[in-house]
Nanobody, 125 residues
């Protein structure tokens, strides 16, 4: 049973930084794609960043490019999302997700099979 647990969310002022963590267990993660998504109140869940656990290219939505970085620590079975230069529009619940197949695109939430419970990020002005 795949289990994803996010942490690291909180309240931060605009321009500040946060690092989200996603502790993963119960799966063969070396073959998975990992993703971060977010959902603001009244809005649909949107793609933020993605990478294959085995490494390779990383992908970001345009609004976070140059500010956010996705990475992973194999020894700790943890995926991170480093968020710098935060803006008020980054306020949302952030979710970690695991995609176990190659079908579909990395940016579509529909293609991800497992999800964490989410962690709230609030950026104040």
């Amino acid at each position: 049973q795949v289990h994803l647990v996010e942490s690291g969310g909180g309240l931060v002022q605009a321009g500040g930084s946060l690092r989200l963590s996603c502790a993963a267990s119960g799966g063969t993660f070396s073959s998975y794609r990992m993703g971060w998504f977010r959902q603001a109140p009244g809005k649909e869940r949107e793609f933020v960043a993605s990478m294959r656990w085995s490494g390779g290219s990383t992908y970001y939505t345009d609004s976070v490019k140059g500010r956010f970085t996705i990475s992973r620590d194999n020894a700790k079975n943890t995926v991170y999302l480093q968020m710098n230069s935060l803006k008020t529009e980054d306020t949302a619940v952030y979710y970690c997700a695991a995609k176990t197949t190659y079908s579909g695109t990395y940016s579509s939430a529909l293609g991800y099979d497992y999800w964490g419970q989410g962690t709230q990020v609030t950026v104040s002005s």
